[in-house]
């Protein structure tokens, strides 16, 4: 007769692990196994009574549980991380390491107690996911972007470039769709601001959405996009799919990574170039950084009015600068000049968006592009104002004044030829003049 054993944290691990191993080797021949959970979670009770009866474990039914639930989230789950996937107020997942996970909930950085066992564990995790879409993680490759089955976003940093083990930094995907109501609703911008960007989607203005990362650049830009005529037809482009556009003619094209090699890659830049093929009215780009850019003015310039982006930028004058210096690097023998007239032409609204510290999102600043004796010149259209600290929202987040400048959008020139109006709370900041009222 064997010894009972009493369960250690320890033991539990190695217990784990085991049992993981087991069923591997046991549905090696029985694929349907793995899609069918309710069969999965049996095969797994029967597999550990048999591990109880061979070793003499004291296993109550509810650690068996709990062991058998953690072994199927590491064949069919999120492992560790299925919890912090199920909380609907996490925004991010971030893991440092085995024993270091933090989560970003409500604008807010936090410290989970959630942990791998160790690096090779977190190396299992990311694996799955990785091999999945075809990618490969190594010392010669050692950062992966790669989708989750709920489309949330996951980017790896493995060693030699990361000195405490590997790095996983998750996106959470957000299935329910903001609409610009719900984002007046937050603060994150004024009905007359969102009433300016709807008229200028609809009159076809090119329109890049500015931020730091987690600010809100697509969310807005997805919202505004819902106002885009169903009769066009659209065509994205990213590395990694984060648009989630509600429109009936949306063509989603995707970057990929190249082998060991650097074989089978397609980068951004291919993928524009290949777009303007395809009989697309707009062109959208999830992210544009890296030489990309220059196609994608060309695109703008060139019969893809109304055309969509988002861009890392601190400051709308950095948003064109940054874009300049890009299109400069793709081709070097373009001059300065000639790259800042294509910015110029192609580039019309630039949207700033920041992410306080209390983690609120709100637009700062819409500027209209146009050119300048001595360089680019900006037309703040709206800004954010004063902080209304003494006014709290029933989130207890702090409320943002909306200003509108005094300067008329020039886009507003000729749109009765196009067949739109201008809202009447926007023709109330910007009167209309005579000679467009007929």
């Known amino acids: 007769m064997h010894q009972s054993t009493v369960m250690t944290d320890d033991l539990v691990i190695r217990l ?57 989230n590491e064949v069919i789950g999120f492992g560790p991380l299925a919890k912090l996937m199920a909380d609907p107020d996490v925004t991010d997942i971030l893991v440092n390491g085995a024993d270091a996970i933090w989560v970003d909930r409500s604008g807010q950085l936090e410290l989970t107690d959630v942990q791998f066992d160790n690096e090779a564990h977190v190396r299992r995790f990311v694996d799955r996911y990785v091999g999945a879409e075809g990618k490969h993680l190594d010392s010669t490759t050692p950062t992966v972007d790669t989708r989750l089955p709920d489309g949330s976003r996951m980017n790896i940093v493995i060693p030699p470039l990361s000195r ?79 648009l989630a556009l509600r429109h009936q003619h949306v063509i989603t094209l995707e970057g990929r990574q190249g082998n060991s090699e650097g074989r089978g890659k397609v980068d951004l830049r291919l993928l524009v170039r290949n777009a303007l093929r395809m009989r697309a009215d707009r062109i959208i780009i999830g992210e544009v950084r890296g030489d990309e850019v220059f196609d994608m003015l060309q695109a703008m310039n060139v019969g893809h009015d109304g055309s969509l982006t988002t861009i890392h930028a601190n400051n709308p004058y950095q948003v064109l600068r940054r874009m300049e210096t890009l299109a400069m690097l793709a081709d070097g023998q373009i001059a300065r000049e000639t790259v800042r007239n294509l910015i110029e032409s192609a580039v019309q609204i630039v949207v700033q968006i920041s992410r306080t510290a ?72 910007w009167p209309v003049r005579e000679s467009e009222s007929c």
């Open 358 to 429: 209390d983690g609120h999102r709100h637009v700062t600043s819409i500027c209209e592009v146009g050119a300048g004796e001595t360089g680019y010149q900006l037309t703040e259209l709206f800004c954010t104002g004063r902080d209304v600290e003494s006014c709290q929202s029933d989130t207890g987040r702090r409320q943002f004044v909306f200003e509108a400048g005094s300067v008329r959008p020039g886009f507003f020139e000729g749109i009765w030829e196009k067949g739109l109006e201008v809202p009447a709370s926007l023709n109330t900041l």
């Open 164 to 242: 405490t083990g590997t790095i996983v930094s998750i996106r959470r995907f957000r299935p329910s769709h903001s609409s610009v109501d719900d984002l007046i609703q937050s603060g994150m911008l004024s009905r007359e601001m969102a009433d300016l960007l709807i008229l200028a989607v609809k009159a076809r203005v090119n329109i890049v959405f500015a931020g730091g990362a987690g600010a809100g650049k697509t969310t807005l830009l997805n919202a505004v996009s819902e106002f885009i005529p169903d009769n066009e037809r659209i065509i994205t482009i990213e590395e990694s799919s984060e």
């Open 16 to 72: 784990r692990q085991h049992l993981h191993q087991r069923l591997i080797a046991s549905v090696e021949s029985e694929p349907l196994v793995i899609g069918n959970p309710e069969r999965l979670k049996k095969r797994l009770w029967h597999l550990l009574e048999s591990i109880k009866t061979a070793t003499g474990l004291r296993l109550s039914s509810e650690q068996g549980d709990v062991i058998c639930t953690e072994v199927a």
